[in-house]
């Protein structure tokens, strides 16, 4: 078996070695202040890598500057730029970033010429050393792979596939790859799907693990803790990022407890009906993330159906509704019993323009009635809609101050002034129940 080893900088990440953690920024590329001053606090968090986006050629030289200002200050994190839809930015940024982010399948509509960007860009990340990861996600699958394979977590394993292959041909091998998707189902068969693929070609590169879109509290951390530990246990990842919708250094120490959670607690067979689970800890964090670490691969692999748990935080007795709110939730984020409004909401990054994280914690707000639906709070309209993917509703930032309303995939409203934007959608969705 060939395991390959991506170089970022001098950062390793490869099958059995320590599990690299990273994140994101989600300030403005072009504000070279606040953006060092993020990756220094991201840093000081425990950030073993962190992301930017650069949308243009404008972020790119932004990029170039905030590394110059980093590593004059002694902070060497790798950097990695985050592209959508441009080889030439792509290109562009090669030359610049430790890594880049790309879906090369976007790179043109044209699927001969995506190839062919796709082969001048890993010639150009060869030359600098620069490594690559190939990040595709569920809700961003092009129109060919949805047409053969349909919206699933085989069509993002196949549509990852060409890729890799490529990079084989080329001898190209400094190379991450990711299939995240914000439905944890999909996202755990996608990666094991591919895991299987690389087994069966001997060839094992090393995969980023990631939850979408998870939203934010605590059912951002238990979707997250979930998916990622149903895969760490298998020995299924080497990077991983947890994304929040909240100031991006709060992921960090999910991510670390997640990342350590196997270190210590090897993987338990534990089935049959109505386990019981206790726990002592020092704070709820710990807890839920210990616990969904835990039962969440249970359950996300059908091994159980239903669970009793009981906590001490702190030498104090978690109340049974504590306890009852977190098994709802762990229940609702392995997808096995809903019973909430169910939440998509992206972490935001540069692109958006507006305060994302106080919007979303409105939206839910306003929504938390609204069990049994799906609703999206997306920071952008480039990747946003598709990003959304299975969601009833979407709230979209569209540009400064203005907002999209969805419905499925279909944008209904545009351009609405944001302070009116969450009436718009709260009306869209109770005149569509009555005219069920
Ligand atoms: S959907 Fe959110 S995280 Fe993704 S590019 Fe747009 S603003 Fe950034």
């Given at each position: 078996?060939k395991?390959i080893v991506a170089?970022v900088?001098g950062?390793q990440?490869?099958?059995?070695l320590?599990?690299v953690i990273?994140?994101m920024?989600?300030?403005?590329?072009?504000?070279?202040?606040?953006?060092?001053a993020?990756c220094?606090a991201?840093r000081?968090a425990g950030a073993?890598?962190?992301r930017?986006?650069?949308q243009?050629?404008?972020e790119?030289?932004?990029?170039?500057?905030?590394k110059?200002v980093?590593?004059e200050?002694?902070n060497?994190?790798?950097?990695?730029a985050d592209?959508?839809?441009?080889s030439e930015v792509?290109?562009?940024?090669?030359?610049v970033?430790d890594k880049?982010?790309?879906?090369?399948?976007?790179?043109?509509?044209?699927?001969?010429?995506?190839?062919?960007d796709?082969?001048?860009?890993?010639?150009?990340?060869?030359?600098?050393?620069?490594?690559v990861?190939?990040?595709?996600n569920?809700?961003?699958?092009g129109?060919r792979?949805?047409e053969l394979?349909?919206?699933t977590a085989e069509?993002?394993?196949?549509a990852?596939v060409e890729?890799v292959?490529m990079c084989i041909?080329?001898?190209f091998?400094?190379?991450?790859?990711?299939?995240?998707a914000?439905?944890?189902v999909?996202?755990?068969?996608?990666?094991?799907?591919?895991?299987r693929?690389m087994e069966?070609?001997g060839?094992i590169?090393p995969?980023?693990l990631?939850?979408?879109?998870a939203?934010?509290?605590?059912?951002g951390?238990?979707?997250?803790?979930?998916?990622l530990?149903?895969?760490?246990?298998d020995?299924?990842?080497?990077t991983i990022?947890?994304s929040?919708?909240?100031?991006p250094?709060n992921?960090?120490?999910?991510?670390?407890a997640?990342?350590?959670?196997?270190?210590?607690?090897?993987?338990?067979?534990t089935s049959?009906?109505?386990?019981?689970f206790?726990?002592?800890?020092?704070?709820?964090?710990?807890?839920?993330?210990?616990?969904?670490?835990?039962?969440?691969?249970?359950?996300?692999?059908r091994?159980?159906?239903?669970?009793?748990?009981?906590?001490?935080?702190a030498?104090?007795?978690v109340s049974?509704e504590?306890?009852?709110?977190?098994?709802?939730?762990?229940?609702q984020?392995t997808r096995?019993r809903?019973?909430k409004c169910e939440?998509v909401?992206c972490p935001g990054?540069?692109?958006?323009?507006?305060n994302l994280e106080?919007?979303?914690n409105?939206v839910k707000?306003?929504?938390?009635?609204l069990?049994?639906?799906?609703i999206?709070?997306m920071?952008?309209?480039?990747?946003?809609?598709g990003?959304m993917a299975d969601?009833d509703?979407?709230?979209v930032g569209?540009g400064?101050g203005k907002?999209s309303?969805?419905?499925?995939k279909?944008?209904v409203?545009?351009s609405v002034?944001?302070e009116?934007?969450i009436?718009?959608?709260?009306?869209?969705?109770?005149n569509?129940?009555?005219n069920k």
């Open positions: 078996m395991n170089n900088a950062l990440i490869g099958r059995g320590p599990i990273q994140t920024c989600n300030c403005n590329t072009n504000d070279i202040e606040a953006a060092v993020q220094n991201m000081d073993q890598m962190i930017l986006t650069t243009g050629l404008r790119v030289e932004s990029l170039k500057e905030i110059r980093l590593r200050q002694g060497n994190t790798p950097l990695v592209v959508h839809f441009s792509a290109i562009a940024v090669a030359q970033a880049v982010r790309i879906n090369p399948g976007n790179f043109a509509t044209e699927h001969e010429k995506a190839q062919r796709f082969k001048r860009f890993i010639e150009v990340c060869r030359e600098h050393n620069t490594a990861r190939i990040g595709i569920h809700g961003s699958l129109k792979i949805t394979y349909g919206n069509g993002m394993k196949e990852m890729w292959q041909a080329e001898d091998y400094n190379v991450v790859l990711s299939l995240k914000s439905n944890t999909v996202m755990v068969e996608a990666y094991r799907l591919l895991n693929w069966e070609q060839v590169f995969l980023h990631g939850v979408t879109e939203g934010n509290g605590d059912m951390r238990i979707k997250s803790a979930a998916a530990a149903t895969l760490l246990q020995g299924i990842g080497e990022r947890v929040l919708t909240e100031p250094v992921e960090l120490p999910v991510a670390a997640i990342a350590s959670y196997f270190q210590g607690n090897p993987k338990r067979n049959g009906e109505n386990p019981q206790s726990y002592s800890t020092p704070d709820w964090d710990t807890f839920i993330i210990a616990a969904s670490c835990e039962i969440g691969p249970l359950l996300l692999d091994r159980i159906d239903d669970f009793g748990i009981d906590c001490t935080c030498g104090e007795k049974d504590a306890l009852q709110d977190f098994k709802d939730n762990l229940l984020a096995r809903f019973t939440y909401a990054c540069g692109r958006t323009l507006y106080e919007t979303f409105e707000r306003r929504t938390s009635h069990s049994g639906y799906c999206a709070v920071g952008c309209i480039v990747n946003g809609p990003e969601a509703y979407g709230y569209e400064k907002v309303i969805y419905r499925g279909e944008a409203m545009r002034p944001q009116e934007a009436d718009a959608l709260l009306n869209l969705i109770e569509d129940k009555k």
